[in-house]
Structures are given as C-alpha cells and as structure tokens.
C-alpha cells in the first residue's frame, strides 16, 4: 500500500471514530464521547498549543482542535504514517513540561503499568496543561494485551498528583449494557453475512433505543457505564 493510500486509511479509521456510522456498535458512547470532549475543549484557548497524543495510531480527536494549535505530536508503539515517533507510554521520549495538552484515548488499558503511563504524561505535561483521557470500564477484551478496566474510583487514585479531575460518563449504564450487547452480537458471530445482517438491523435499532433512554433520562445510573472520559490539570 502507497504512504498515500496509508494515511488516507488511518484518518479514515479517526474520521470513523469520532463521527460513527449509526451501525457502528460502539455507536453511543463514541458519540457521546465526542460530545463531551468537544464540550471540554471548547472552554479552553488552545491557541500555539503543543499537542502529544499518546497511542497516536489514528487520532481522531485531533480535528477538535487542528485549527488552533501549533504542533500535533503522535507517539504510539506501532509506526503509521500518522505516528511522528515510536514510544512507549512508560517512558516517553520527551523532556519534562514541553506539552499543553496531552491525549490518550483507549490506550491505557493495553499499557502493562498504568500508572507509569500516567506519571510520564503528568512528566511531560506544562504546569496547568491538560490530559484528555478515554478508558473503558466494561468491555469484552479485544486481544491478549488488552489488560485493565478503570472505574471512578481507581480514576481518581491514578490521577491524584493532577491538580483538579473532572470525570463523566461515556452514557449510563443502559447505554453501557446496549454497547456491551452490541459488540457481543458483533465479535461473537464468525459469519460474516449475518454480522453484517446485524450491524444493519439490531445495532442501529438498539443504538436508537440507547438515545432515546438517554434522551429522557431514564436512569442516571452509572455503575455499567462503558467508558469514562477524564479531564485532568497538572
Ligand atoms: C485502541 S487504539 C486507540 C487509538 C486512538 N487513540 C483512539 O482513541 O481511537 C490503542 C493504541 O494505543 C497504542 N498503544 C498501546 N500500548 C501502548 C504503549 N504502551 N505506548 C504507546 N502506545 C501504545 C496501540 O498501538 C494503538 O495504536
């Protein structure tokens, strides 16, 4: 494949992320994340920002901000032709408060130390800078280096060196329970015709019935929530 045709591949695959298809069957809580981050990144300046987004392979929250920074840096294990630097989250290749903003989406449950990982990016992170942190609390594990879940509490323990955390829910816990079932549905049947026939049957109409229950608040409950988004203050 051409550098050409792999860049357009990968921010094809970001384009996907923050703005899913309706068949999509993490279609909720991508969605709602996109909501929430926007809303976050919208209070703050973040003109002449220096970006690092930490498991860069993709990075689909980068339009959210791409016409008000100065430098976008994507470090990730694996090279795309997205990715500027080959790292590891524990021990990243920065000198100590160079970054204005740092990303790190669903990265976190594949690092083998999370709290390493946290403490590399508080490192690098510019007093007052910001980390936008996505993670998972319930989710059927993708691959063998798929390692942790986080819930608030452990959130919170992680991120205490940070000077203020804000957290919020990626939906409530039915928004949790359509997504888990929706990914089950998906990943557990091998045959391709009848994932396809669900993606465009079920998942949409259960991603529809997640929105409508989120729309009229049926429950405010949190304790099956699939993901949390974080903002976190050095
Ligand atoms: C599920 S993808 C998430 C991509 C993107 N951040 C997003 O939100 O969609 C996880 C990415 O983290 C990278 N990754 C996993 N462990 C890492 C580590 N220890 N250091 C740096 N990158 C890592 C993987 O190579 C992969 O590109």
Not at 11 to 38: H, Y
Not at 102 to 129: N, S, W
Request: proline content about 6%.
């Amino acid at each position: 494949m051409s550098d050409t045709a792999e860049i357009q591949q990968s921010q094809e695959e970001g384009r996907r992320r923050l703005r899913p298809s309706l068949t999509d069957p993490s279609w909720l809580v991508l969605s709602k994340r996109r909501e929430i981050f926007t809303q976050w990144l919208g209070r703050f300046d973040h003109s002449n920002a220096i970006v690092l987004d930490v498991g860069g392979r993709i990075q689909p929250y980068r339009s959210l901000i791409n016409d008000r920074l100065s430098r976008y840096i994507a470090v990730d294990l694996r090279l795309t032709p997205l990715v500027d630097i080959v790292g590891n989250a524990a021990q990243l290749p920065f000198r100590s408060d160079c970054f204005d903003l740092v990303f790190c989406t669903q990265m976190l449950e594949y690092a083998p130390d999370p709290r390493q990982a946290i403490a590399e990016v508080h490192r690098v992170l510019k007093p007052g800078g910001f980390l936008l942190l996505s993670v998972p609390a319930v989710h059927p594990q993708d691959s063998e280096r798929d390692a942790w879940r986080f819930l608030p509490a452990a959130l919170r323990e992680l991120l205490k060196e940070f000077s203020e955390v804000d957290l919020a829910p990626e939906g409530s816990s039915v928004t949790g329970l359509i997504r888990t079932i929706n990914v089950c549905l998906v990943s557990f049947t091998s045959a391709v015709a009848l994932q396809s026939l669900l993606r465009f049957t079920v998942v949409p109409m259960l991603n529809l019935l997640g929105t409508l229950s989120e729309m009229l608040k049926l429950t405010a409950n949190t304790s099956f929530t699939a993901n949390f988004s974080v903002l976190a203050r050095k």
